[in-house]
């Protein structure tokens, strides 16, 4: 993929040589002060990081290098049922340009000529047994390729510190080609007897998914399409990408911070909430005795729920505010491609009942829906009832993201990451002396 390389040397070039001059100049900026509470409450907003590919308003949710999602709907190319290629998004992410059609079929064919799995990856993952839960499987299966880093190789023959970039690229690039085969691989090995399908060349990267993971439905493409895309960045500082950027900064390469980064997305407070969601409403159902709960009915689930003391999955965020808009968009696809889903049904009465009660604790900062509180609903709709698995599927969408930022990284010479820590005794000490 020269064109896709070539275009994001130039601009890598230009933002290093940039960044450099910035930093001499301004290095000692005031950007942010820090409160105790920000010490003890998991750093929430502190500005430490450098992070190209998107940002996130806590009002308005993720742009995308300065586009929203309806933006991106509406602007990269797509599906021929207009919902956006994945593809064009990772070029977006890399160079700062909606890509053409014809970019976004170049890289559908670079990355279906990387895509090939080395045999030690099916023999990993089948030493495993078929009830290891999919995150543990997919990790496995991306440290299965690792001893195939491009970048870990030329690093031991002693590559020069220019050259990162480009060795990050490769194993990148491989990575993401590769990564929807390892995800079918699992799912079908896990959940239908190792009945795998072979990939269809003719089709682009998430249709091809959706077709190894055994469902041909045209809307089903559309999904995964979609689905791809949304789930794919959400700026630098949650925990997956933090930690790909961490691990990547120690010079680890693709394959090991990648892998790193999924042990962070199968956290239930993360990533893993998608399965946490639909498991819930599934109790809810099987608890209540009824498919169509009533909003009332829902609300007394909901606070048996809180007075259990766990939280209901799906619903608040670190950072944002408002609905998240890629709940927005999943509720969009619902409402134009599914009629008459219970389950949908659900989700939709679950988001009219759960915000106030939330609202009600007079703790929790965000009740509103994340992305997490609709994916499960659509997955099921289309035949994926194993909701262990979706995390998977977010990890598969979220390599975008954190591989093109860490291909940026390398090539702005980012350092070694390493805030400070603190003490009790420090903190207190601190403010006896104020
Ligand atoms: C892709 C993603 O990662 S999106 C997030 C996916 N995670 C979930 O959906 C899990 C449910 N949600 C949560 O647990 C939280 O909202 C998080 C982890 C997402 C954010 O955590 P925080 O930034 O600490 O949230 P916040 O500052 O609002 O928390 C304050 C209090 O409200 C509680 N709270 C927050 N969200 C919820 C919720 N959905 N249900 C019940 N209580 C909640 C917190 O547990 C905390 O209680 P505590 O003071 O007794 O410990
Ligand atoms: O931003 C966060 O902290 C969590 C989140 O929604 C994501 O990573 O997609």
Redesign the pocket.
């Known amino acids: 993929m020269e064109s896709l390389k070539k275009k994001f040397a130039a601009k890598a070039l230009a933002l290093y040589t940039e960044m450099r001059a910035i930093n001499k100049e301004h290095g000692e900026r005031k950007m942010d002060e820090v409160v105790l509470r920000q010490i003890t409450g ?1 750093a ?1 907003g502190i500005k430490m990081m450098l992070w190209e590919t998107s940002q996130l308003d806590a009002n308005e949710g993720i742009r995308f290098r300065g586009y929203s999602i309806p933006e991106i709907k509406k602007l990269l190319p797509s599906g021929p049922q207009g919902e956006p290629k994945p593809e064009g998004l990772f070029w977006l992410m890399l160079t700062g340009e909606i890509p053409t059609a014809e970019e976004v079929n170049d890289l559908t064919k670079d990355w279906q000529s990387r895509s090939d799995l080395p045999q030690q990856v099916m023999t990993s993952l089948d030493a495993l047994p078929d009830d290891a839960h999919p995150m543990t499987q997919f990790t496995i299966g991306i440290m299965a390729m690792q001893s195939d880093s491009i970048f870990s190789r030329r690093y031991a023959e002693g590559m020069s510190k220019t050259d990162y970039w480009d060795a990050c690229y490769e194993d990148s690039m491989n990575l993401i080609a590769r990564l929807p085969r390892v995800a079918a691989y699992i799912y079908r090995r896990s959940f239908h007897g190792g009945d795998h399908i072979p990939a269809d060349k003719s089709l682009d990267w998430a249709a091809n998914f959706a077709h190894m993971l055994g469902n041909d439905d045209e809307d089903f493409r559309s999904l995964m399409r979609l689905y791809l895309t949304i789930h794919a960045d ?1 700026e630098g500082g ?2 997956s990408a933090h930690t790909v950027n961490l691990v990547g900064s120690t010079l680890s390469d693709p394959y090991l911070s990648f892998s790193a980064g999924m042990n962070a997305l199968a956290g ?4 893993l ?1 998608n399965q ?1 969601v639909i498991k819930w409403i599934f109790e809810m159902i099987e608890n209540l005795g009824t498919k169509t709960p009533t909003k009332e009915q829902i609300a007394t689930y909901v606070q048996e729920t ?1 007075d259990a003391g766990k ?8 950072v944002l505010r408002e609905p998240d808009p890629r709940f927005t968009a999943q509720r969009r696809f619902a409402e134009e491609y599914i009629k008459g889903s219970d389950l949908i049904e659900t989700v939709w009465k679950i988001f009219d009942t759960v915000p106030p009660m ?1 609202q009600a ?1 007079g ?4 009740p509103w829906p ?3 509180a609709h994916s499960g609903a659509l997955l099921v709709h289309y035949g994926i009832k194993e909701y262990s698995y979706y995390t998977v599927l977010f990890g598969v969408s979220r390599a975008l993201g954190v591989l093109a930022a860490g291909i940026w990284s390398r090539a702005l010479g980012m350092p070694l990451e390493r805030p400070k820590s603190v003490t009790s005794d420090w903190i207190k000490a601190q403010l006896k002396d104020a």
């Open positions: 998991g929430r959400h949650n925990a239930p407070l993360h990533g909430a946490e809180l939280v209901i999955p799906g619903y608040g965020h670190a939330l604790l703790k929790v900062k965000n994340n992305v997490d």
